[in-house]
């Protein structure tokens, strides 16, 4: 009789344990993120930025297994973050600053201690919206994505030119904008919005073939222009949401107002 209540406990205990594959492409990530503080710290700024997009694959791997798997944990989200703040937080603001901003001293550390710290407050507004039934899409641009804006950045100037960049005001104000877009409420899209598990039409599959095809060819280029272009369109597609919000608040407006004073 104990043997069937003790048997009967044991099974309405929790499951000790992590899941293997999904915490282990994290802590990859979190090494990418090392290897380019290191990197910059180092004075290879190259190294630095590749490695930052390389953590934006694993962070992309992780999740998506984990979601494909059904095998998303408390512990991986959390770890998970301390990920994402250490290769898309901490790691781009050292590129930047060694890279760039270090020539306008107080206000240089200044803007790469600004994008950390906005970089954590969206880390963790994004944690305590996880589970939320509210639209997959996020609010305020992605870590992931401000960080691979800096990167493609560098990536981008090393194609074309060598050594450091002079002082430009243009890297200042696009870290100090990066970190205001993480912590505002825009509206920007990203991967786990598309359920890989669904059908998808065929057009879909050619885009990504045609994605893969110009990466190829021109990777340094192309990852400059898929980072702007992101980080553009999500200017563009707000603007025409605040647009169109006011509009529609003018028709309201005007028909309430024509519904209490009727033309006689």
Known sequence: MSFKYN????????????YLLPNTLTLCGMFCGFFATLSAINGNFLYAAWAVVLANIFDGLDGWIARLTNT???????????????????APSIIMYKWSLIKFGRVGWAAAFLF????????????????????????GL???????VLSSIVIFYYEFWTG????????????????????STLRYHGLKEIDFRQ??????????????????????????????????????????????????????QETKEE???PKS
């Open 7 to 18: 048997k009967k406990r044991s099974d309405k205990e929790p499951k000790k344990g992590i």
């Open 72 to 90: 998303t944990t408390q512990f991986g989200i959390e770890l998970d973050s301390f990920s994402d703040l250490i290769a898309f937080g901490i």
């Open 116 to 139: 950390v710290a906005c970089g954590a407050l969206r880390l963790a507004r994004f944690n305590i919206q996880t589970g939320t039934p509210e639209s997959k899409a996020f609010k």
């Open 142 to 148: 992605p870590i992931p994505g401000a960080a691979t």
């Open 164 to 183: 450091v960049p002079e002082k430009n005001i243009l890297l200042l104000i696009t870290i100090i904008l990066l970190s205001l877009l993480m912590v």
């Open 199 to 252: 059908r998808k039409p065929f057009w879909f599959l050619i885009v990504f073939v045609l994605v893969l095809f110009i990466l190829f060819i021109h990777p340094s280029v192309a990852i400059f222009i898929f980072a702007m272009g992101y980080l553009t369109w999500g200017i563009i597609e707000n603007i025409y949401l605040f647009v169109n919000r006011g509009k529609l608040r003018q028709v309201e």
């Open 259 to 261: 519904f209490q004073n």
